[in-house]
């Protein structure tokens, strides 16, 4: 490889972003003095909407569309990218993100949620490529892997998080599904050739043309492909068993669903759960609600938002009813009890990933209208993957909760290379127009390849999985777990139809690797936690080897538990052509510490992900490019990572404590020390000893500089799309430490 060695650096959203303001210059500082230009692409939520629409721009409006440039580079040999958390926006989300940069003075198009015309149909159509996660997808041309570093986990043995106490009368479960759902419908199968296929729609009863849902869909030979449908009809009876049984058990009533990730099903699903328990107050006003557009699969928040154009006297006799439509229900869980914020408002408040974890960290509680934590029913439809919270929540109530002193640790492998299960996330999920059938066919022989009968409103959705993912998967696990020296579970269900074709390929591919020694099983996803559990608590390690779902799933659960966030993992994406994509810990973009920042310019976000990645990526470039001075920022940086956190430089809580930027400061300490105590590359060294020596004396000097500007506000000149100047200024109010930097 010839070109000078790069590493992209991702520009994202909230938290990230604006850690990004401090930390990038310190992370440029450094590699510039071995040849390494470290630039950036941006990927944020704004960027990629502006970059929809370059006809309606000005030139200096205009904005490249970054993502589609690095979903390219994945594919190339010198890949070299650290990706940032980003937003998945739900509808609400985008909505105001386009409102944010109409404001800012670009012409872009409402979002016409009824297209009315061809043109219409066109701006929503380029609006949802934007919509949900549309980014993760695009640049993981490989497998995860994900675990703690050692320096982590030894960190929180020595410094453990608090663990709320479970108790064994805890009224705390999972309701989930019993029939009539993914779970049940499922069906898949093996592509024994190439060929190209279509979704489509038949009406019952002919009672209408064939409708076409998706043109083309083409299959490599090997491809698992597979379709299930779930009934609207048994979901909305469940919905409302559910609600009864909150209200009877006295617990409260939460909803955990991932409407960012899955943007097409779970939204569907959310809306059908403020439905059931709105039921009268909707039938009541059904009239007046349909006339204002409310659309429910955004939350009772868009009913709240959109009578507010009523008259008054109107408007209260809603709001009135709602109330009493809470007061008369089961106690539901809250994102905010200050604002009356519930579980219903907004689809993507709570998300099954980072909210299930958090509530078994407190002890199998979340929030109620008093602010006070309570025992809750937590509320997962689809049973393909539901077994394993309730399977840790059984654990707990039997144990105890667990001890990040003792407790081992659950690594991950995870399947999802070339967009492997993403289920919901993309074009082969619909909800049913009528009744009738919905089908995969073979559009060369006609074959019918997988058919559902399908009611009005039910979910129906497919998914791909192609051959040579699963097979780099299992490599990646064999690889893992003989690396590591520890037994790694496949978390797959034969009795489910997706899982039981994954598992033929398992079989096959395992073959290929010499496994003797290894402890490798395969047990389906409940009796695969539980397992990991028994191990967890005598201390014991066991990589858990999983689909894309239970691989973000269990990069949230298990580093929450052991480490108490999943900020600090490591989260590596070997590409399968030879790059390397850093993914910074395995959360997301912690939107209430941008909340924080705006109100009392204090960013609690820690950005041990990112210190790690950049040393994951570091290593890989040096490997890639033979390149020595990679290497040694490479290992001086993961002496910088160890001290940081013996040192616990992490962002405190409070006000008053170092934050996000305080830390960086310390990280840019000890990495320079490092390098000027190093030997290998006197060069370097003479670099940065002096450098290091200033850090080091202007210390006090520049805490107080940045503990100065605590308390007050941070402008940052907007939240979709903060003004650089604004928030580079907000995020580095140290002048000493920015001279002593520009120094460098
Ligand atoms: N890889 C990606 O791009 C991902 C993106 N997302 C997106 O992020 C948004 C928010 O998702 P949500 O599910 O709320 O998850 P988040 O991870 O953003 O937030 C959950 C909580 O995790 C903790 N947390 C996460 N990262 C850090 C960090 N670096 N430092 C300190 N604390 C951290 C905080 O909790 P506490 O207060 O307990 O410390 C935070 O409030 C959504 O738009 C979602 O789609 C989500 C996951 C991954
Ligand atoms: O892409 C997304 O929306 C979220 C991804 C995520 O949560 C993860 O990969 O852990
Ligand atoms: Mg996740």
Redesign the pocket.
């Known amino acids: 490889m010839s070109e000078k060695p790069t590493i992209i650096y991702t520009k ?5 972003a604006l ?1 990004t303001y401090s930390l990038l210059p310190i992370v440029q500082a450094f590699t510039k003095h071995a040849g390494i230009a470290v630039e950036t692409r941006d990927i944020s939520l704004a960027a990629r909407v502006l970059a929809q629409f370059p006809e309606k721009l000005s030139d200096a409006q205009r904005t490249p569309d970054h993502l589609a440039e690095l979903g390219a580079l994945t594919l190339r040999p010198e890949a070299n990218i650290i ?8 509808l609400p ?1 985008l909505k105001e993100a386009i409102a944010e940069l109409q404001s800012h003075g670009y012409p872009i198009p409402d979002y016409p949620e009824v297209p009315a015309n061809s043109e219409e149909q066109d701006i929503k159509a380029r609006y949802d490529r934007v919509k949900g ?1 549309a ?2 997808p695009v640049l993981r041309e490989g497998n995860s892997d994900r675990r703690a570093p050692k320096a982590v986990k030894q960190y929180a043995r020595a410094h453990p998080h608090s663990m709320g106490a479970w108790s064994a009368d805890s009224k705390t479960a999972v309701a989930t599904m019993a029939g009539d759902d993914f779970y049940a419908n499922e069906q898949s199968t093996t592509l024994p050739a190439a060929t190209t296929a279509r979704i489509e729609f038949v009406p019952a009863d002919s009672a209408g043309p064939t409708k076409v849902l998706l043109e083309k869909l083409p299959l490599q030979a090997g491809e698992i492909i597979d379709a299930t449908r779930l009934s609207k009809r048994a979901l909305t009876a469940f919905y409302a068993e559910q609600i009864a049984r909150a209200k009877a058990e006295g617990v409260l009533f939460s909803l955990h669903l991932k409407a ?2 899955m943007k097409v099903s779970d939204p569907i699903l959310f809306g059908h759960a403020v439905r059931v328990f709105f039921k009268d107050l909707l039938a009541r006003h059904a009239a007046t609600l349909d006339a204002l557009g409310v659309d429910l699969n955004n939350g009772l928040g868009d009913l709240l938002e959109k009578i507010k154009t009523l008259p008054d006297a109107e408007r209260r006799a809603i709001e009135a009813d709602v109330q009493a439509a809470l007061a008369s229900g089961p106690a539901v869980a809250m994102v905010n009890s200050d604002h009356g914020i519930t579980n219903l408002h907004v689809p ?2 709570v ?1 099954v ?3 299930m974890p ?1 509530m078994i ?1 407190a002890g199998g509680k979340m929030w109620n209208a008093q602010g006070q934590p309570q025992d809750t029913l937590a509320v997962i439809p689809d049973r393909c993957y539901s077994g394993v919270y309730q399977a840790v929540i059984e654990f707990c109530k039997t144990h105890g909760a667990l001890d990040p002193r003792t407790m081992g640790s659950v690594p991950n492998v995870g399947l999802m290379a070339q967009a492997a299960e993403e289920y919901g996330s993309h074009n082969k999920t619909f909800e049913a127009p009528a009744d009738g059938t919905i089908q995969i066919v073979d559009a060369g022989s006609g074959a019918v390849l997988l058919a559902h009968r399908v009611e009005a409103g039910d979910v129906w959705r497919a998914c791909q999985t192609k051959d040579a993912p699963v097979r780099d998967w299992v490599k990646l696990a064999v690889t893992r777990a003989r690396a590591s020296a520890t037994p790694a579970v496949f978390w797959l269900d034969k009795a489910r139809a997706h899982d039981a074709q994954i598992i033929a390929k398992v079989e096959t591919y395992l073959k290929e690797h010499d496994t003797s020694g290894l402890d490798l099983r395969i047990l389906p996803p409940a009796e695969a936690c539980r397992f990991s559990l028994e191990r967890i608590v005598k201390g014991q390690d066991t990589i858990s080897v999983t689909g894309n779902v239970l691989r ?1 799933y269990l990069t ?1 659960l298990f580093p ?1 538990l052991e480490v ?5 993992m490591l989260s590596i994406v070997p590409l399968m052509n030879g790059g390397g994509l850093f ?11 941008v909340e924080q920042f705006v109100a009392e310019s204090y960013l ?6 990112e210190f790690f990645a950049l040393a994951a990526s570091l290593e890989h470039l040096a490997q890639s490019f033979s390149h020595a001075r990679a290497k040694l920022l490479a290992e001086t940086l993961d002496a910088a990572n160890g001290q940081f956190l013996e040192n616990n430089k992490s ?1 405190g ?1 409070k006000l008053g404590t170092i934050d996000n930027r305080g830390s960086h400061f310390y990280l840019a300490l000890y990495w320079a020390q490092a390098l000027a105590a190093q030997s290998a590359d006197p060069e370097l060294a003479a670099i940065f000893r002096p450098f290091a020596e200033k850090l080091a004396a202007a210390e006090a000097q520049i805490s107080t500089e940045l503990l100065a500007v605590q308390g007050a506000p941070a402008d940052i000149g907007g939240y979709y799309q903060p003004d650089d100047t604004l928030a580079a200024k907000a995020m580095r109010p140290s002048q000493t430490f920015n001279a002593i930097l520009a120094q460098l």
């Not at 990706?83 to 926006?89: R, Y």
């Open positions: 994202t959203d909230e938290a990230p850690a990706k940032l958390p980003n937003i998945s926006a739900s989300q996660s980014v993760n960012t990730m993507s408040d998300i990933d980072a909210s958090a960290r973000d949230d929450i108490g966030t999943s900020a600090k993914e910074t810990g395995a959360g997301g973009s912690a939107p209430k510490h609690r976000w820690d950005s041990l992900g962002p809580r």
